[in-house]
């Protein structure tokens, strides 16, 4: 079993053996808080460039932490909605699967 799970994975083998683990969710949650924090962190050098405000103004601590909390929140609410839509949906086509692979096709 082992075998063919390697051989399936090819070019994606991180992803498939973390979804082989149940982690694929945690990864998709790192990978978006981590996506937020970036957006946080470039947003104070966007409003400079493109709204013209100077630096004394969007560079208070409170500004930027402003910047960082919306950005991991907007990551996060992200997370929560793939976790509703697509968690269903991909733990209904794991329960498939496990059942093709024990030889059930009734479904």
Do not use: H, W
């Not at 992803?15 to 998709?28: H, Q, T």
């Not at 966007?46 to 013209?52: M, Q």
Request: with cysteine; proline share 3%; net charge positive.
């Amino acid at each position: 079993m082992e075998v063919k799970r390697k051989e399936m994975a090819g070019k994606n083998g991180f992803l498939v053996e973390m979804a082989s683990r149940g982690l694929y969710m945690r990864l998709l949650l790192i990978f978006m808080l981590g996506m937020g924090f970036l957006t946080g962190t470039i947003f104070p050098f966007f409003i400079i460039i493109v709204l013209g405000l100077p630096k004394e103004i969007v560079f208070r601590p409170g500004f930027v932490l402003a910047c960082l909390a919306a950005g991991l929140l907007v990551g996060f609410l992200n997370y929560l909605l793939v976790r509703v839509l697509l968690g269903v949906v991909l733990s209904r086509l794991a329960a498939l699967a496990s059942q093709l692979a024990q030889g059930d096709l009734s479904n």
